[in-house]
């Protein structure tokens, strides 16, 4: 009988994804900072931001044949959410942004966060499937199952929706030159994203394991005992 994953593969796992969390973290920190403090910049990720929505839309549209299922449809209309951050890019000046009251720019924050954290995970995730698939690294993709993807996403949005209320709420964008709300902002925010990362590497290999064994009657998990 075939072994699935061990403990140690489950471990790794969720290292990989604590990793990519508060990688994750501090680039969408970065970026929504930067976003305010220089208009060239946000232009320049207003355009990343729509360039990758587009693509996310173009990659879960459905084959002539396949039907729109509900992963599409979420994932479809987050993507759409992306291309609408992506023109709000354009508009953000640190000038502006100060003046807003908190119900205001909590909520722009929150969506930005949202949309820059799922813009980045669907693009890495997409990535690592492509490489580890091109180079036979594994039998099948890292993310393949609609459970698996909503994973993904439930992921994105937490951590995505957590970094930009912090964001607005402790007014990052209307730090000093010392940048003492932005640094305090990271920390936190990369624990929550390796948090976060490591609870969704191990839910992922969790699923994956599972789809191998109904998909094959030969596979067992090796943390149980096989007879």
Not at 154 to 171: C, E, K, P, R, T
């Amino acid at each position: 009988m075939d072994v699935v994953s061990d403990k140690l593969q489950y471990t790794l796992s969720a290292a990989v994804g604590m990793c990519l969390g508060a990688f994750i973290s501090l680039i969408v920190d970065a970026a929504l900072f930067e976003i305010g403090e220089s208009y060239m910049f946000g232009a320049i990720f207003g355009l990343c931001l729509m360039t990758i929505g587009g693509i996310i839309l173009w990659r879960v549209k459905p084959l002539p044949g396949e039907r729109l299922t509900r992963w599409r449809i979420l994932v479809c209309g987050f993507s759409l959410m992306v291309l609408m951050s992506g023109m709000m890019c354009f508009l953000l000046n640190k000038n502006w942004i100060i003046r807003l009251t908190p119900g205001l720019k909590l909520p722009m924050y929150t969506m930005l966060g949202t949309s820059l954290c799922f813009a980045l995970t669907f693009s890495i995730v997409d990535m690592l499937n492509n490489v580890s698939c091109s180079r036979e690294l594994v039998t099948q993709p890292l993310v393949q199952s609609s459970k698996q993807i909503y994973v993904v996403l439930m992921a994105s949005v937490v951590m995505g929706s957590l970094f930009g209320f912090s964001f607005g709420l402790i007014d990052v964008e209307d730090d000093s030159t010392k940048h003492y709300r932005l640094d305090e902002d990271q920390a936190v925010n990369t624990a929550i994203g390796g948090a976060v990362g490591a609870l969704m590497g191990g839910a992922n290999q969790y699923l994956r394991d599972r789809q191998l064994v109904a998909s094959s009657p030969y596979v067992a998990f090796s943390m149980e005992e096989c007879s």
